[in-house]
T-cell receptor, first 111, second 115 residues
């Protein structure tokens, strides 16, 4: 069974600080997606990374897919209160028919 | 209306009630999903429909009954639920089942409380 772990589980930081959250697995994925879920809403896709070692940037957010396609990280520079939410990673299995979600990292950015 | 719409947003029901959750998408997607989101647990996939046909049932108790009359609508019929079924129920859609690089489009969810 493929499992995804995310760390830390909870993170509370001051506005303007930098942070990194991690998504790890012992399994290889064909691609990996990051979603952000704000309170009272459904998850919204931020990015999909496909190639091992790939780095994608979305404004202040930097996503990296591990070389072996088993892990990923999300780095936020100069966090803003609007970044508050639950960050979920989701791995797409190598047979392309399963999407596995991690438990999420709950981020709170304090003004 | 665009995106994935779920109704109702909130639902409180007794254990002997029967209710239905509705999900609607106008994105032209062919796959639709029901997920359960409980506190401190990963999203749990419940059901998958691809081109209106159910392709996955993740060992969900029979008190949850899905229905997909067409590619745009998905229902989850609820009856004789238990308090532990209280959770956020999310509907999602995608162009293709599973590995769609565009990811899933989720609705805002139905917050269900069973009393």
């Amino acid at each position: 069974t493929q499992l995804l772990e995310q760390s830390p589980q909870f993170l509370s930081i001051q506005e303007g600080e930098n942070l990194t959250v991690y998504c790890n697995s012992s399994s290889v994925f064909s691609s990996l997606q990051w979603y952000r879920q704000e309170p009272g809403e459904g998850p919204v896709l931020l990015v999909t990374v496909v190639t091992g070692g790939e780095v994608k940037k979305l404004k202040r957010l930097t996503f990296q897919f591990g070389d072996a396609r088993k892990d990923s990280s999300l780095h936020i520079t100069a966090a803003q209160p609007g970044d508050t939410g639950l960050y979920l990673c989701a791995g797409v299995g190598t047979s392309y028919d399963k999407v596995i979600f991690g438990p999420g990292t709950s981020l709170s950015v304090i003004p | 209306e665009t995106g994935v719409t779920q109704t109702p947003r909130h639902l409180v029901m007794g254990m002997t009630n029967k209710k239905s959750l509705k999900c609607e998408q106008h994105l032209g997607h062919n796959a639709m999903y029901w997920y359960k989101q409980s506190a401190k647990k990963p999203l749990e996939l419940m059901f998958v429909y691809n081109f209106k046909e159910q392709t996955e049932n993740n060992s969900v108790p029979s008190r949850f009954s899905p229905e997909c009359p067409n590619s745009s609508h998905l229902f989850l019929h609820l009856h004789t639920l238990q308090p532990e079924d209280s959770a956020l129920y999310l509907c999602a859609s995608s162009q293709l089942q599973g590995a769609d690089l565009n990811g899933y489009t989720f609705g805002s969810g139905t917050r269900l409380t069973v009393v």
